[in-house]
């Protein structure tokens, strides 16, 4: 009895010394969950795939996302009512919040991770917050007529300290340089298309690219030549075609870019596109299960993952870039929310809300390696992102 | 709202037709709170305050009989985000769902 209980210390002090390590802990595995309905994060870890801690009172996280401090230590969470949150990833607790605006969407951090900006739907515009004091920066109202503010949607950083984002009401692009952060330099590209309901930019930098929900195609903004202007790309894509409804916009972060292709969802269509990144047309139509929300390259660029929007989203689909078609169909269970790969690509964590799940899989055997209960989860963040322009 | 004024003539009657078979079922209520929520939630926020599409809070939906909502959320709004959810809601259902969220008891 005694042994038994020696054993099964030893066995659990093995277990914590697994999990912490001796000594100082470093950042570079850990990554947080979004508990969308409970206002609350999960802290993960990707080498032994448990939970380190819960951290609460973050707010309202429906659409919640992330971004992280260069060092990795912090991640800066915004959630739906405006609330910006700083958490301290070692000390596993929130060490800054302030409620910027009644409504927000999204975020990003400045490339010398001096700044964060918060885009936001009420009152529409950006607000750029110090990202140590969390205190007031800049504010730039999306004012596009008189006394007319839009949604501002597509928030990204770009090189430069610049941060590019899309009106939704007014189909504009705006880039804001922030090299003097209290006087922010605004470029404005008018008549982009309408409704622009998301924006990306490409791992290097270059190109900004806005989805548009009210117009065929994209608009593409060269950032090495932005004196060129915005232009439509893929615009007769799809002409003549009867749209489905759409349940649920696409999610333009995480596009996968394979050998000169982008790999991106098409908007009301059961069909990833495939667009050749130099001539930008379409080279391929993939059919899918359902509508693509979030399609995303596994980092070695050999497959794609896609999710689904209702009723789609107990799905998801892996395509192979090499022949560009479907090779596996997964079936994780209702509300597959995202996917977020770990930096080198062999596991896959993703959100299952519907059943309270997180479940990692194997990339290579699609065999699931862990299943981590957590209360409806969404968004999954890992700290690699702090070191890639766009995320 | 031209288009749509030959289905607010006849929508109270489909509603009141279908209305007698109320939503008993606990388990399709669950869902459809679930649907809300999150579906819904998706556009107009987890709580209903907003996002992309306008809040669904019982004060800003004040100007608007059940009825009108219930049609705007089984055909949608032609030419803004807003799809029809017909093919995953009875009349009845969405009849429910529009006097939930007048009263507020939704979500």
Same mark, same amino acid.
Request: hydrophobic share 40%.
């Given at each position: ?33 979004? #508990? ?336 981590? #209960? ?18 | ?107």
């Amino acid at each position: 009895m005694r042994t038994a209980f020696r054993i099964a210390t030893a066995l659990l002090w093995l277990g914590v010394a697994h999990a912490e390590g001796p000594g100082p802990r470093a950042t570079g595995d850990l990554g947080i969950i979004v #508990e969308r309905e409970h206002g609350s994060l999960q802290l993960i870890e990707t080498s032994g795939n448990s939970i380190l801690a819960k951290i609460s009172g973050l707010g309202d996280l429906s659409h919640a996302s992330a971004v992280f401090s260069r060092d990795e230590r912090f991640a800066y969470v915004f959630g739906r009512d405006g609330g910006l949150t700083k958490v301290d990833m070692l000390e596993r607790k929130i060490v800054g919040r302030v409620v910027q605006s009644g409504n927000s969407i999204g975020g990003a951090i400045s490339q010398d991770g001096s700044l964060v900006a918060v885009s936001n739907y009420t009152p529409g515009g950006v607000k750029v917050f110090d990202a140590r004091t969390l205190e007031l920066v800049a504010d730039i109202p999306a004012e596009f007529a008189k006394g007319k503010l839009s949604k501002v949607v597509g928030l990204v950083d770009a090189p430069g300290n610049r941060f590019v984002f899309s009106l939704w009401d007014a189909g504009e692009i705006w880039v804001a340089d922030l090299s003097t952060p209290a006087k922010p330099v605004v470029d404005k590209y008018l008549d982009i298309g309408r409704n622009p309901y998301d924006g990306i930019i490409t791992p290097d930098g270059r190109y900004y690219i806005a989805g548009l929900f009210g117009d065929d195609g994209l608009a593409l903004l060269d950032l090495w030549q932005p004196q060129n202007g915005v232009k439509r790309i893929l615009p007769g894509y799809g002409k003549g075609e009867e749209k489905l409804p759409v349940y649920k916009m696409p999610h333009l972060e995480g596009w996968a870019m394979v050998g000169g292709h982008a790999y991106l969802p098409a908007v009301g269509r059961h069909e990833v596109l495939v667009v050749d990144m130099s001539s930008w047309q379409v080279v391929k139509r993939i059919p899918a299960r359902g509508q693509p929300v979030f399609v995303v390259g596994q980092p070695s660029g050999r497959h794609v993952w896609v999710n689904f929007a209702f009723p789609d989203n107990q799905y998801i689909q892996v395509i192979d870039t090499l022949d560009q078609r479907i090779v596996k169909t997964l079936e994780p269970g209702k509300g597959v929310l995202h996917l977020e790969f770990e930096p080198r690509g062999g596991e896959v964590w993703v959100s299952v809300r519907d059943l309270d799940q997180i479940h990692v899989y194997d990339t290579a055997s699609y065999e699931r390696q862990s299943l981590i #209960e957590s209360r409806k989860p969404s968004g999954i963040f890992l700290t690699p992102r702090a070191h890639r322009i766009g995320l | 709202m031209p288009a749509l004024s030959f289905f607010s003539k006849i929508l109270p009657f489909l509603l009141v037709l279908s209305a007698g078979k109320s939503l008993a079922d606990e388990a399709r209520q669950q869902e459809l709170r679930q649907l809300i929520k999150h579906d819904c939630g998706s556009c107009h926020g987890l709580t209903l305050q907003g996002g992309l599409g306008p809040s669904l809070t019982p004060e800003r939906l004040k100007p608007f009989t059940p009825e009108q909502l219930a049609m705007t959320i089984v055909h949608g709004r032609p030419g803004t985000a807003m799809p029809p959810w017909r093919p995953f809601l009875s009349d009845a259902e969405a009849m429910w769902l529009a006097q939930g969220l007048k009263t507020g008891e939704l979500p």
